[in-house]
């Protein structure tokens, strides 16, 4: 065999360039069409769509005029937890981790009670009936910077449970016990407000108060509210039924009349006039003593929740913010706020939808 008949003729044995040029457009239109579906049905989330920009329309009070203020949600946490907290009088090592917490605490709330004054046109209020607010131009510096990393550290998380945002209630201090969200307001009790012992072994977590009054004082403040009227005289205060933390349930006003009401009924009559410093909790005794009533008790706030005294008191201990919450709050767990919950408000003004029946319905600090 020669050389010659071992040389290949490239034009015979070798693909057709016009049949190779084929075979790639086929390929490149094949590739093309099973790519498509992820594309279009599977898109990857922006950073806008996993976690929605909210704005609060916020009702606050300047110098004497109600102003309504549009706030982007992690403002709003940030002026909320400056507002709730008193970051200056917690030791700096500490600020951090307090800050932390409230600003989970403050994002559930706004989310959950947003559309809360909206007969009114706004969502939230900035005193105690919602949650206190304060723009951030009234806070120093140092401050400020704490309560803008903690809100940037934990931005878009809140407190779910069953897949729903909860109602993240706290009060200042629980006394050493908190109580279950039904024996305080009525109604039945959320599945995550249920009372929780609060007891660590920290001197000072938990204060104590004492309040006198005379019974001619006493007496025309009972007289001014339809459910404490009593008449033209006020004999006794016998509290009839306490709950597990030992707070007031139900109390008899003994008088010309005898009416039978809730401890926080009580407390929110009396503190309206008398002040919110003076019967700081229903977790209190009563005795009539020297020509004074005297209401002497622990804790400060309606009891439900979160406790913040004793949470810091947990913080000093060495505890997560997660540990503190799941302390608190029953079966829950902390997710970030994304599309999935966007679909829990009402598409075109962004208000929760109606909570359901075992929600409570009126909140006082």
């Not at 390929?27 to 790519?35: I, R």
């Not at 090592?93 to 046109?121: F, M």
């Not at 934990?154 to 200042?172: D, M």
Request: proline share 5%; aromatic share 8%.
């Amino acid at each position: 065999m020669t050389s010659k008949s071992l040389r290949l003729d490239p034009y015979r044995n070798t693909f057709p360039v016009w049949k190779l040029i084929a075979l790639l457009l086929l390929s490149m239109m094949l590739t093309k069409c099973a790519s498509s579906p992820s594309t279009t049905k599977q898109p990857i989330a922006t950073p806008e769509e996993v976690r929605p920009s909210l704005t609060l329309k916020v009702e606050y009070e300047n110098a004497g005029n109600q102003e309504i203020l549009d706030i982007p949600l992690e403002e709003y946490v940030i002026g909320s937890v400056l507002s709730e907290v008193a970051l200056g009088l917690i030791a700096p090592s500490s600020r951090t981790y307090v800050a932390r917490l409230q600003a989970v605490l403050a994002r559930t709330y706004a989310v959950v009670n947003r559309g809360r004054h909206y007969d009114e046109g706004f969502d939230l209020c900035s005193n105690t009936h919602c949650q206190l607010y304060k723009p951030l131009s009234v806070f120093s510096d140092d401050l400020l910077r704490v309560a803008k990393v903690a809100s940037l550290e934990t931005e878009g998380l809140i407190i779910v449970h069953n897949n729903r945002p909860i109602q993240a209630l706290f009060h200042s201090d629980c006394g050493g016990h908190t109580s279950s969200a039904g024996l305080v307001w009525g109604g039945p009790t959320p599945p995550y407000l249920h009372a929780v012992e609060d007891s660590l072994d920290i001197v000072g977590t938990h204060t104590s108060w004492t309040f006198s009054i005379s019974p001619e004082k006493l007496l025309a403040a009972l007289n001014q509210d339809r459910r404490t009227y009593v008449g033209e005289r006020l004999n006794r205060i016998e509290i009839v039924e306490r709950d597990i933390s030992g707070r007031a349930v139900r109390i008899v006003l003994d008088g010309d009349r005898a009416p039978m009401v809730r401890g926080e009924e009580l407390r929110a009559v009396l503190t309206r006039h008398f002040g919110p410093r003076t019967i700081r909790s229903t977790r209190f005794d009563v005795r009539y003593d020297s020509d004074l009533f005297v209401f002497s008790g622990t804790g400060f706030g309606h009891g439900v929740g979160l406790c913040q005294r004793g949470a810091f008191a947990r913080i000093q201990a060495g505890q997560s913010f997660r540990e503190i919450i799941q302390h608190y709050y029953s079966n829950v767990t902390l997710q970030h706020l994304n599309q999935h919950f966007m679909t829990l408000f009402d598409g075109t003004s962004l208000r929760y939808l109606p909570q359901p029946r075992n929600e409570p319905i009126r909140y006082t600090y």
